[in-house]
């Protein structure tokens, strides 16, 4: 198996710089021959000895329940190409700036006589910083491209100020939690960065960013402040938005486990519809939901608490705004204060959902589970890999997967690690508190 | 049937499949794609074995078994228009 041959395919909409990565890929010293196959003619020609040209032919194979889309014309050309196995060291494949990627990943999962000579080292995605804003609305291709990608390259980021950039990545991460975003000037980014990826390398499937199992919440920031006799009142001087949301719940002292459940009864309300607050509007301390409205200047509003501890969740980050919490004695300090992951990154369509749950799964519910699910929303699901923990099965299950098709292996003995399910999807609609309600039905 | 058991090891039986799909069609020189697709549905096989000889346009038999059980009498019959099946998927016919 260690002989494989590595497959990189590079997606892009026309114009993000595809050519020019090739070219450099093509040209730099890195010791690899390598093999391309083309499906457009960039806007720079290449000349090389071994560039193949493809015309993109899809290929459904479908038995009712499931469907797998390859493309005939990759299955033709790389069984040709693997005769002359000895005249190149990997293979790249660039795409139309139209192509879906699936079907050209698809064709690589799902022949095992293929996935034992070749492997998809990884789905590069070249994003034109300065102009993909056109189509990350309105263009399936542009979303799936995203959503494929084990690496985004925003590219002509030299065209674009930062704070867009900024607004650019979170979307982007957003649709793809699991991709390593660079942002590049025409294309320059260390080619082992594109090139040794590992992307579909199973063993990674155990390698979730934890950080992309945390829960999401509809605020940024939490905190408990001791509340003296006499009150007090938050201050701001800073409108980055026209509004803001915060919710003061009272607690019976500051530690992390009232902080903890104060965030659960602050998930709850912040569903509820807000009470707007003008600036010397008083807030109640009692759970209500406020919208502070925030007009600019020195802005203010006094709080009605008696004496006692408090904990504070607010839409952003305090400092955003100079928001302060003032007392008598100046301003008071949270005594205890926690980040939360927000939620509001997200692509109405495209998004990422992570899954997380300790202990075991009855092996037979996950069967029917996944069989469901891929049967309903495979079309949907572009990616996903994860680990379960499978009740009587001493040994990891890792896997992933491309539309319908599965891929898994055993991933060796728990060890002294705690049990547990992590999964990660990535696709379009879906719907995060069913998917983890459903999941929930297949533990032990 | 377990959707996640590992499917290593049918690298042998789908190289052992090829070469008789292409002797059936010796006078083809045309690429062989093999496909074991896993259903977990009632009433549906549990394994859909699609064999593709990828000539224009691409010609497609299906066997309704696991890779490594397929046989070659399995693949001839499957190419003399008498496939190995047994009960196709169910929505293919809803």
């Known amino acids: 198996m260690s002989e494989r041959t590595p497959v990189t395919v590079l997606t892009g909409f026309l114009g993000a710089g595809k050519t020019t990565l090739l070219n450099r890929v093509l040209t730099e010293q890195h010791g690899q021959r390598i093999a391309v196959i083309e499906n457009e003619f960039g806007e720079v020609g290449i000349d090389h000895e071994l560039v193949i040209n493809a015309e993109e032919e899809i290929f459904e194979m479908n038995n009712g329940c499931i469907c797998c889309t390859v493309r005939g014309d990759l299955i033709r050309i790389l069984g040709s190409l693997m005769k002359r196995r000895d005249q190149f060291d990997r293979i790249l494949i660039e795409t139309t700036g139209m192509a879906d990627p699936g079907p050209v990943v698809q064709t690589f999962f799902v022949d095992e006589d293929m996935k034992e000579r070749l492997f998809v080292d990884a789905v590069v995605t070249l994003v034109d910083a300065k102009h993909v804003w056109q189509h990350l609305d309105d263009s399936d291709e542009v979303k799936e491209q995203i959503a494929f990608a084990d690496v985004i390259l925003l590219n002509k980021c030299d065209l674009v100020p930062a704070g867009e950039l900024d607004k650019l990545e979170a979307r982007i991460k957003g649709m793809n939690g699991m991709a390593k975003v660079h942002r590049t000037v025409n294309a320059q980014v260390p080619l082992e960065a594109v090139l040794e990826v590992g992307g579909f390398n199973l063993d990674h499937a155990m390698e979730v960013d934890p950080k992309f199992l945390e829960p999401e919440y509809p605020f940024e920031w939490g905190g408990i402040f001791e509340v003296p006799a006499g009150g007090a009142s938050f201050t701001a001087n800073e409108d980055p938005d026209p509004s803001m949301k915060l919710v003061l719940i009272p607690v019976a002292k500051a530690d992390a486990e009232n902080l903890a459940d104060a965030r659960e009864k602050a998930l709850r309300i912040f569903s509820h519809e807000p009470i707007e607050a003008d600036p010397d509007g008083i807030l109640e301390a009692d759970g209500e939901l406020y919208e502070l409205i925030l007009p600019g200047g020195e802005m203010a509003w006094p709080v009605n608490a008696e004496a006692g501890t408090y904990a504070v969740f607010t839409e952003h980050y305090p400092e955003e705004l100079n928001l302060e919490l003032i007392g008598n004695a100046g301003a008071i300090t949270a005594s205890i204060a926690a980040a939360y992951k927000p939620d509001h990154e997200h692509d109405e369509e495209v998004s990422s959902v992570g899954i997380e749950e300790a202990g075991d799964c009855d092996g037979e519910k996950l069967n029917r589970w996944i069989s469901k699910l891929l049967q309903e929303k495979g079309n949907d699901i572009f990616r996903m890999k994860g680990v379960f923990s499978v009740k009587g099965e001493p040994n990891r299950t890792i896997f992933q997967g491309v539309h319908m098709l599965l891929d898994s292996q055993d991933g060796g003995p728990w060890g002294e690690r705690p049990r547990k399910n992590s999964l990660v999807f990535i696709g379009r609609d879906l719907d995060r508190e069913a998917l983890n309600a459903s999941f929930r039905k297949c533990l032990a | ?94």
């Open chain 2, 1 to 94: 049937m377990d959707l996640f058991s590992p499917k290593n090891g049918n690298a042998d039986a789908t190289r052992a499949l090829k070469r008789w799909a292409a002797e059936c069609r010796a006078e083809s020189d045309a690429v062989v794609h093999v496909a074991e697709l896993r259903c977990h549905e009632a009433g549906c096989p549990d394994f859909e074995t699609v064999v593709t000889w990828m000539c224009s346009p691409p010609l497609v038999v299906k066997i309704f078994k696991p890779i490594n059980q397929i046989t070659r009498e399995d693949v001839q019959a499957a190419c003399s228009g008498n496939p190995n099946t047994t009960e196709p998927c169910l929505k293919e016919h809803l």
